[in-house]
Structures are given as structure tokens and as C-alpha cells.
């Protein structure tokens, strides 16, 4: 899909266009063995929608009837970003009874899903290519109220976007945690997990400050709570993670983290009562801190960030050693 255009824009096609993405998009081209499962069973897997101005979007007042797609009415499961699949197709193995709906900006990573769920066998998972920030309120409002509330939206190992200018770009946000609050039941559950220390400070305080959610932190008794007193906590607020989910599989993008040496966070918010619409988007908690005057460590420019790799972490334990 091209960027582009021959004619000038609407100011809606415009702010579609101009959005700032929290994905990269890193090549859009399938192998021959991709283009061939998903001309075989791409259609079994993957809901199609209009598509909207921007890449990976969908169009404003598209219909997409998510009971129809699963052929059946179910407690569903979105989850955003699902990689190749692992933790949304061993799920759905383990609960047939529920509905799994995967958002994959990346066509690569939609082909990959779908090989996952073949070879499972799985047949209550279904993926879309779209923009998740984007597309999840078109979804779940507007033309499509009709679909039921989530049960549970899972956000694993978003992106982190380490550069401080790039943090604008980070998934996790005080808009984004509105717009899966409008696609949660009441009681739902979100959750999240990420192993860069930065981003889980951010992503705490963001849910510490967001009307809609309460976060669920490990009991004091518990060896993550431990854990959490002897880290150091840079965010505005402090402590507030959760044990780890016994479910969550370890997928390849958290063993990148564990053997580069980064610890894993995660987080359990729950959707309270609030409605949507009367209550206020709060601004990003390190900026208005940083307004109010106050410094949050984690947010000051110069702070180091941790190896991305394991060949990394092993470079700097070499020179810690010298």
C-alpha cells in the first residue's frame, strides 16, 4: 500500500495519514512458501476489511462482524501484536471454548501466524492485518458496536522504542489504554508484559493515571514482589507488577530478552465501570510531570539503556570485568 496521493487530502485522510505509528514496518514482500499457505489457507484465518488511507488500516465505516468471522459466538481474546502466533495459538489450544482474535500490522507476521495456526490445528483464531491503535475503536464502536466486549486484550513485548525522541512512538499510552478500555467488558482484563525496564516504568505509570483501569500487583509475599524491591524504580510511581502469567509461553522475542540479560515485567490492569466517553484521556504522566516541575529519573535525557542483544550484554559484562 503507497503512502502517496495525486489529489489533495480530506483533513480526516490527512490525520490518517500523518499518525504516528507505533509499529515499524520492516518489508511487506512473502517468501514463496508464505504466498502459498496463505493462498491455501489464508481465507481460513484471516478476517479482510476495507482497507483505510493509511498503512494497515481500516476504513472508518467498514462492518466487520466478528461472530459471523468465528462462525459462532464466544468470550474473545484480542491480542495485539501476536508475533507468529505462539501465545494466541497455545491459548486457543488450551481453550477451545473461546474466540482469539490476533491485530498483525505486518503481512510477514500475519503469514507466520497463519503457519502457526495450521500446524496447530486450532480453528477459534482469526488475525487482521491492521494498525491496532487505529483499527481496535472502528472494531468495537461506531458501525460495529454490535460486536461484544473483550474479555481480555494482551499487549507482549510491544515494540520499545529506546531512543527518548522515539518514545512518542511507544504502543503503550494514555489514548491507547482509552481505546482498549472501549473494547473491554467491564471486569475485563488487560494484560502486558515487556522486559525493557524504561517501558515498564512508562507503562505502569500510564495505567496507574488511566481512569479506566486498576492494576493488579503481585502480593507482597510473592518472589516477583521481592524481586521489585530490589530493582530500582526510575518511574513516577513504583511497584504495582504482577506475577507472571502461568500461561504466557515464552515466545522467541522474550528469550532474545532473557538471554541479553533484561529482566521481564509484567502487568494485570482490570477495566473498572467508567464509561469511555465521560471520563478525560490523561496527558502521558512523565510529561505532565515534567510540567508540574518534577523529575522522573527514568525520563531524563543520557540515561543508559541496556544491550539489545545478547552479543551485546556480553561485550559490556567483558568490559565491566576489565
Given at each position: 500500500?503507497?503512502?502517496?496521493?495525486?489529489?489533495?487530502?480530506?483533513?480526516?485522510?490527512?490525520?490518517?495519514?500523518?499518525?504516528?505509528?507505533?509499529?515499524?514496518?520492516?518489508?511487506?514482500?512473502?517468501?514463496?512458501?508464505?504466498?502459498?499457505?496463505?493462498?491455501?489457507?489464508?481465507?481460513?484465518?484471516?478476517?479482510?476489511?476495507?482497507?483505510?488511507?493509511?498503512?494497515?488500516?481500516?476504513?472508518?465505516?467498514?462492518?466487520?462482524?466478528?461472530?459471523?468471522?468465528?462462525?459462532?459466538?464466544?468470550?474473545?481474546?484480542?491480542?495485539?501484536?501476536?508475533?507468529?502466533?505462539?501465545?494466541?495459538?497455545?491459548?486457543?489450544?488450551?481453550?477451545?471454548?473461546?474466540?482469539?482474535?490476533?491485530?498483525?500490522?505486518?503481512a510477514p507476521g500475519v503469514a507466520r501466524c497463519v503457519h502457526t495456526a495450521a500446524r496447530a490445528g486450532v480453528a477459534?483464531?482469526?488475525?487482521?492485518?491492521?494498525?491496532?491503535?487505529?483499527?481496535?475503536?472502528?472494531?468495537?464502536?461506531?458501525?460495529?458496536?454490535?460486536?461484544?466486549?473483550?474479555?481480555?486484550?494482551?499487549?507482549?513485548?510491544?515494540?520499545?522504542?529506546?531512543?527518548?525522541?522515539?518514545?512518542?512512538?511507544?504502543?503503550?499510552?494514555?489514548?491507547?489504554?482509552?481505546?482498549?478500555?472501549?473494547?473491554?467488558?467491564?471486569?475485563?482484563?488487560?494484560?502486558?508484559?515487556?522486559?525493557?525496564?524504561?517501558?515498564?516504568?512508562?507503562?505502569?505509570?500510564?495505567?496507574?493515571?488511566?481512569?479506566?483501569?486498576?492494576?493488579?500487583?503481585?502480593?507482597?509475599?510473592?518472589?516477583?514482589?521481592?524481586?521489585?524491591?530490589?530493582?530500582?524504580?526510575?518511574?513516577?510511581?513504583?511497584g504495582g507488577f504482577a506475577s507472571r502469567w502461568e500461561e504466557r509461553v515464552v515466545t522467541r522475542f522474550e528469550e532474545r530478552g532473557i538471554e541479553a540479560g533484561r529482566r521481564?515485567?509484567?502487568?494485570?490492569?482490570?477495566?473498572?465501570?467508567?464509561?469511555?466517553?465521560?471520563?478525560?484521556?490523561?496527558?502521558?504522566?512523565?510529561?505532565?510531570?515534567?510540567?508540574?516541575?518534577?523529575?522522573?529519573?527514568?525520563?531524563?535525557?543520557?540515561?543508559?539503556?541496556?544491550?539489545?542483544?545478547?552479543?551485546?550484554?556480553?561485550?559490556?559484562?567483558?568490559?565491566?570485568?576489565?
Amino acid at each position: 500500500m503507497s503512502d502517496g496521493a495525486s489529489a489533495p487530502l480530506s483533513s480526516g485522510e490527512s490525520a490518517a495519514r500523518r499518525r504516528i505509528r507505533s509499529f515499524s514496518l520492516r518489508g511487506s514482500r512473502l517468501g514463496d512458501r508464505h504466498v502459498q499457505l496463505m493462498a491455501e489457507r489464508g481465507a481460513e484465518f484471516v478476517i479482510s476489511a476495507p482497507a483505510g488511507e493509511g498503512v494497515s488500516t481500516i476504513a472508518a465505516d467498514a462492518r466487520v462482524d466478528l461472530a459471523a468471522a468465528f462462525g459462532r459466538e464466544a468470550p474473545l481474546i484480542v491480542e495485539v501484536g501476536p508475533g507468529s502466533g505462539e501465545q494466541l495459538v497455545a491459548s486457543a489450544s488450551a481453550h477451545p471454548e473461546r474466540n482469539y482474535l490476533g491485530l498483525e500490522a505486518w503481512a510477514p507476521g500475519v503469514a507466520r501466524c497463519v503457519h502457526t495456526a495450521a500446524r496447530a490445528g486450532v480453528a477459534n483464531v482469526r488475525f487482521m492485518q491492521l494498525d491496532a491503535a487505529q483499527a481496535l475503536p472502528v472494531l468495537f464502536s461506531g458501525v460495529n458496536s454490535a460486536n461484544f466486549p473483550a474479555a481480555e486484550v494482551w499487549s507482549f513485548f510491544p515494540d520499545p522504542w529506546r531512543k527518548r525522541k522515539h518514545r512518542k512512538r511507544r504502543l503503550i499510552s494514555p489514548s491507547f489504554a482509552a481505546t482498549v478500555a472501549g473494547v473491554l467488558e467491564a471486569g475485563g482484563i488487560w494484560r502486558l508484559a515487556t522486559d525493557w525496564d524504561n517501558y515498564a516504568w512508562q507503562m505502569r505509570d500510564v495505567l496507574v493515571e488511566s481512569p479506566w483501569f486498576e492494576l493488579q500487583a503481585a502480593d507482597e509475599d510473592t518472589e516477583t514482589a521481592a524481586a521489585d524491591l530490589m530493582v530500582d524504580d526510575l518511574g513516577l510511581y513504583s511497584g504495582g507488577f504482577a506475577s507472571r502469567w502461568e500461561e504466557r509461553v515464552v515466545t522467541r522475542f522474550e528469550e532474545r530478552g532473557i538471554e541479553a540479560g533484561r529482566r521481564v515485567y509484567d502487568l494485570l490492569a482490570v477495566r473498572g465501570a467508567e464509561p469511555v466517553d465521560f471520563a478525560h484521556v490523561p496527558e502521558d504522566p512523565w510529561i505532565a510531570a515534567a510540567k508540574r516541575g518534577e523529575t522522573v529519573a527514568a525520563d531524563m535525557p543520557g540515561l543508559e539503556r541496556p544491550p539489545s542483544s545478547r552479543a551485546g550484554w556480553l561485550k559490556a559484562q567483558s568490559q565491566q570485568g576489565q
